[in-house]
């Protein structure tokens, strides 16, 4: 059985730090591609950034800067190191895997962790 469990969400007043981790049982981590999603009060999911199983970054204009994606595929976790943060940063993140078969993409989710960036 596949599981992602994000942890390190919270209450951080503008400016701070937070570092989410997304731990992954069930999976070969270095075999995905390995994405942070978000999603705020009353809009859509969105990416965040993205790791390539090759090493390949990728960050939305909104968080370049400020945010690293890394993973330790030892471990088997990913991280987001969340710097500089904003009020416009609250949201529930997710982590997210995604492989492709041939045809098929195989996709997994974790649970989400709440970060709420206010003073």
């Known amino acids: 059985q596949v599981q992602l469990v994000e942890s390190g969400g919270g209450l951080v007043q503008p400016g701070g730090s937070l570092r989410l981790s997304c731990a992954a049982s069930?999976?070969?981590?270095?075999?995905?591609?390995m994405s942070w999603y978000r999603q705020g009060p009353g809009k859509e999911r969105e990416l965040v950034a993205r790791?390539?199983?090759?090493?390949?970054?990728d960050y939305a204009d909104s968080v370049k800067g400020r945010f690293t994606i890394s993973t330790d595929n030892v471990e088997n976790t990913a991280n987001l190191q969340m710097s500089s943060l904003k009020p416009e940063d609250t949201a529930v993140y997710y982590c997210?895997?995604?492989?492709?078969?041939?045809?098929?993409?195989?996709?997994?989710w974790g649970q989400g962790t709440q970060v709420t960036v206010s003073s």
């Open positions: 997210n895997v995604e492989k492709r078969v041939s045809s098929r993409t195989i996709t997994y």
């Open positions: 069930g999976i070969i981590f270095s075999f995905y591609d």
């Open positions: 790791i390539t199983n090759g090493g390949s970054t």
